[in-house]
């Protein structure tokens, strides 16, 4: 079966603090690929990231970076320096050619970043 | 930039009426998908569309159906609306094979059935 588990619900960090999102998924798929969004109060889902399953490079951007591990499953996900427009449901998602088109996702985690 | 846009970001509607949701993509895409986020639950897949006029169910298609008459635009269709279709409703396409390319989410539509 395919899965991904976010087991954060919910997290409260002060602003400048790091936090890392946890993301752990299960295919049976070799080829698969691994996707972060960020949902803003406002509901619209924002890509932040894809990465294939042959690639497990860690990938920075700005204060964001993704840590990919095939050994363990994980493509985690950390906010450096968080700042509270970093405030949202972040998911995680799996898709593969195997699953129809559509895309798997966790049930999110709620970042909420005090001033 | 990748535009997906939904007609309506809130919408009223009374049981059994015949309600319908309306996806417009910019990008040329082949891909379009319609998803229901409720609370709890999570994104479900409610349908998605391959080509024009092609359409394939997803999770939960039960209560639903599509149309997709051209490439651009994919609509979501409650035949009869039920106050359990009470949702966040999502749109989405992308480009390529389905299930390999990234999906651009639209804005949402926020649907509540009285």
């Known amino acids: 079966a395919q899965k991904v588990t976010q087991a954060q619900t919910e997290i409260s960090v002060v602003e400048k603090e790091d936090v890392t999102l946890d993301c752990v998924y299960e295919t049976r798929d070799t080829t698969y690929y691994l996707f972060w969004y960020k ?10 990231i894809r990465r294939n399953s042959f690639d497990e490079q860690n990938e920075i951007s700005g204060r964001y970076s993704w840590n ?12 450096t320096a968080s700042q509270v427009v970093d405030s949202a449901v972040y998911f995680c998602a799996l ?7 559509k895309l798997i996702f966790g049930q999110g985690t709620e970042l909420s970043v005090k001033p | 930039d990748v535009k997906v846009t939904q007609s309506s970001r809130y919408l009223v509607k009374r049981t ?9 993509q ?3 895409h082949e891909n379009m998908f319609w998803y229901r986020q409720d609370p709890g639950l999570g994104l479900r897949l409610i349908y998605f569309s391959y080509d024009v006029k092609m359409k394939e169910k997803g999770d939960i298609p039960e209560g639903y159906s599509v149309s997709r008459e051209k490439k651009e635009r994919f609509s979501l269709i409650l035949e ?23 999906q651009y989410f639209g804005p949402g539509t926020r649907l509540t059935v009285l």
């Not at chain 1, 949902?39 to 932040?48: A, I, M, T």
């Not at chain 1, 898709?95 to 088109?101: A, C, K, P, T």
């Not at chain 2, 059994?16 to 417009?24: D, I, R, Y």
């Open chain 1, 68 to 79: 990919f591990q095939k050994s363990t499953s994980s493509f985690n996900f950390t906010i």
């Open chain 2, 26 to 28: 910019d990008m040329d």
């Open chain 2, 16 to 24: 059994g009426e015949k309600v319908f949701l309306e996806c417009v």
């Open chain 1, 39 to 48: 949902q803003p109060p406002s509901g619209e889902l924002v890509f932040l």
């Open chain 2, 80 to 102: 009869s609306a039920s106050t359990n279709q009470t949702s966040m409703y999502l749109c989405a396409s992308s480009p390529g094979l389905a299930g390999t390319d990234t």
């Open chain 1, 95 to 101: 898709s593969g050619l195997n699953q129809g088109g």
